[in-house]
């Protein structure tokens, strides 16, 4: 390490989070680097190339707000921007912006071990590169980490196989091929429908049937985008006082209040307007069962109406409540399930049983396929940290810090890791919110709090104990007034065998969350240790 580059702040990671922070901070004469794996920016953007990846926010606020003439001039061409125009935006920042000289692509953080001595952390690259930074961000994102299930047999599997989180960078031809698809999270919903257009056939495993509410996505008017664009500072303002950081904001009437007739007209309404909004409609699906039933039962009777097989239909059913899991947005999810070349087998409690060199088999039966995707999802929120040997003081490791479960300050910093930032980390609302401005908050606080530093002479900062446990408290107890506990979801890192059940994101929405860190931040960086020097 004796020739370790030095830095005031490395950032892992060129996602969104990634390319804000480097350009923010550089902005405030830090000499910053961002170290990224891929071999371009854009994060999930530049991982997720699976056939009909697009976003579920709409593109135009699914944007960087902070430069007016990035947002004047960049022009989004759908309603719900698809994968490759979102990679385009993401190229299109770091050339305005000349972010490129500060990159290093093709690069994995492997190690970062904090230096008590040195007061800076030792970063090491799986190029054998090395750094030695005051501070160390990551931005390494909430659904970066595959999710590939350990299932016996896939070493032996002989086609081609495909995680939807790392997809080739080439076309992938399916016609005329027999695809398996495992998983029917909101990858999939994307997905199935595209590669059914194309392949021979289509066998889609279903561990848990998915709500799906169309995204409805069109063309964007060019009158229309240029009547946002003149009123983004009220809508952009408008979105923040929402939970989420959404367009849309939650409706104040509750879904009991009214007839049945009334309700199912309005989530008519909601279904037929598309989007994430249809859960928004009234304020009480997240936390009223009964609500949320008449959510649901609006949802399965969709699904009977479209699909045309009622063996089919039947299951495809979800039971679990909805918006328990997070809801998949898709046009023609169910209606790809009336095309005669896809099938879908639901997995019994046993699950997938082995992988075999031309299918698997699943319940006893045998299933034949060239192909196999898995659209399984991702090690959420705490994956990318802990693939990395992540060591605080003492040395003492990041994943054994939260073997029970991630502990963060705000989501933002760790105790017993100082000068360890992370954007949108666990105890931040991050997934559960429009990660743009979430992400833009993050950096924005971050840059604020190390300018601060610098101002007063103050070396380290590190979240007191107690303030990280009643955070985390605090958290929990929100997120169990919600119906978010009752499914097994990767909120919960149900998803992942063997990691603990607690639920990640923090739920008690975006404006008392950025409310909390401002008042944090006046008073001094309340509840954080600082380190003069
Ligand atoms: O992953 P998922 P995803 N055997 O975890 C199944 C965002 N996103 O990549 O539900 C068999 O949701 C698993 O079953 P179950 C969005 O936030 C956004 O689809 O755990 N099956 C599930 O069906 C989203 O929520 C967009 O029982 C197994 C599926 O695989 C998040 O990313 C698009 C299995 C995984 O679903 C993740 O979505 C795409 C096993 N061992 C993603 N392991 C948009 O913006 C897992 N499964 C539109």
């Known amino acids: 390490m004796a020739d370790a580059t030095r830095l005031d702040a490395l950032i892992v990671g060129a996602g969104f989070a990634g390319l804000y922070m480097l350009h923010k901070l550089r902005g405030m004469g830090f000499a910053a680097r961002a170290v990224e794996a891929g071999s371009g920016v854009g994060g999930t953007w530049y991982w997720n190339r699976y056939p009909g990846a697009r976003c579920d926010v709409e593109s135009m606020f699914y944007c960087y707000q902070f430069d007016d003439g990035l947002s004047r001039d960049w022009e989004w061409t759908e309603r719900y921007p698809a994968q490759p125009e979102i990679l385009r935006y993401a190229n299109h920042v770091a050339d305005r912006f000349d972010l490129w000289p500060d990159i290093s692509l093709n690069t994995r953080i492997v190690s970062a071990v904090h230096d008590e001595d040195a007061a800076r952390w030792r970063v090491a690259t799986d190029t054998g590169e090395a750094w030695l930074a005051r501070y160390c961000i990551m931005a390494t994102g909430c659904l970066s980490a595959a999710n590939r299930p350990d299932f016996d047999g896939l070493d032996e599997f002989a086609g081609r196989v495909f995680h939807t989180g790392r997809w080739p960078h080439e076309t992938v031809d399916f016609a005329g091929r027999r695809v398996g698809v495992v998983g029917t999270g909101s990858s999939a919903v994307q997905a199935i429908p595209e590669i059914a257009k194309e392949a021979a056939h289509v066998t889609v495993f279903q561990r848990t049937a998915s709500y799906v509410v169309p995204a409805n996505n069109r063309p964007l008017d060019p009158a229309e985008q240029a009547d946002i664009k003149a009123r983004y500072p009220e809508l952009r303002a408008a979105a923040r006082k929402t939970f989420g950081g959404f367009a849309v904001g939650i409706a104040r009437q509750s879904a009991l209040a009214v007839s049945e007739d009334e309700c199912r007209e309005t989530l008519a309404r909601a279904w037929d307007e598309g989007g994430i909004g249809f859960l928004n409609a009234y304020r009480d699906f997240g936390f009223d069962e009964a609500a949320n039933r008449r959510a649901q039962d609006f949802v399965r009777r969709k699904i009977r109406e479209t699909v045309q097989d009622p063996e089919t239909a039947a299951k495809l059913l979800p039971r679990h409540v909805i918006g328990c899991k997070r809801l998949s947005l898709g046009d023609d999810y169910y209606a790809a399930f ?136 605090h958290g929990n107890e929100v997120a169990s007034k919600t119906l978010r506990y009752s499914c097994s979801s990767w909120y919960l890192g149900a998803n992942v065998p063997g990691k603990p059940r607690v639920f990640m994101p923090y739920i008690g929405g975006m404006p008392s969350y950025m409310e909390t860190c401002a008042a944090v931040a006046a008073d001094g960086y309340r509840g954080f240790d600082l380190t003069p020097g």
Do not use: K
């Open 338 to 473: 009336n095309r005669p070349n896809v099938a879908l087998v639901p997995l019994a409690d046993d699950g997938i049983g082995r992988i075999l060199p031309d299918g698997l088999t699943a319940g006893g039966t045998r299933f034949r396929f060239d192909d196999l995707v898995l659209a399984t999802g991702f090690d959420a929120m705490t994956g990318a940290l802990a693939r990395i040997d992540i060591r605080g003081r003492g040395g003492i490791a990041l994943a054994e810090a939260w073997e029970a479960g991630p502990r963060m300050y705000l989501g933002l910093m760790s105790n017993g890791f100082p000068n360890l930032f992370a954007i949108t980390g666990p105890g931040s609302p991050s997934v559960l919110s429009n990660m743009m401005p979430t992400i833009e908050h993050h950096v924005e606080w971050i840059a604020e709090c190390l300018g601060y530093l610098r101002g007063n002479g103050i070396s380290g900062i590190e979240p007191s104990l107690d303030a990280q446990d009643a955070w985390v408290e």
